[in-house]
């Protein structure tokens, strides 16, 4: 199977993207670190908004990024970032063609 990349760009309400942080850390950033299917993960504050976050994130295939879009972590992630977010976060899966180091 081809590997599946996803870029998210979340937009926190105004001054919560520091809290949003603190709930990642709190409930997907171990989860990631300890995750083998999930290749590569950034987490990057915008620099030209103060309240959007960008995810990269490279999974070995679709079975493993949808096991971890499915997951428990995720699912209480945002059930308690959604008093945070400004809209749902943008999603754009896509297939990587090449990657470097990859």
């Known amino acids: 199977m081809a590997k599946v990349a996803l870029f998210i760009k979340s937009?926190?309400?105004?001054?919560?993207?520091?809290?949003?942080?603190?709930?990642w850390e709190?409930?997907?950033?171990?989860?990631?670190?300890?995750?083998p299917a999930l290749e590569a993960y950034y987490y990057c504050y915008d620099n030209a908004d103060p309240d959007v976050v960008h995810l990269f994130e490279v999974y070995s295939d679709?079975?493993?990024?949808?096991?971890?879009?499915?997951?428990?972590?995720?699912?209480?992630?945002?059930?308690?970032?959604g008093a945070l977010l400004d809209g749902y976060p943008e999603v754009h899966?896509?297939?990587p063609m090449w990657i470097k180091g990859g």
């Not at 937009?11 to 709930?23: C, S, V, Y």
């Not at 709190?26 to 995750?35: G, V, W």
């Not at 949808?66 to 308690?80: I, L, N, Q």
């Open 62 to 81: 679709a079975t493993a990024q949808a096991a971890d879009g499915g997951g428990e972590a995720f699912a209480a992630f945002m059930a308690e970032a």
């Open 93 to 95: 899966e896509t297939t």
């Open 26 to 35: 709190t409930h997907l950033r171990d989860r990631a670190a300890a995750n």
């Open 11 to 23: 937009k926190a309400k105004p001054e919560k993207r520091d809290a949003l942080r603190g709930l």
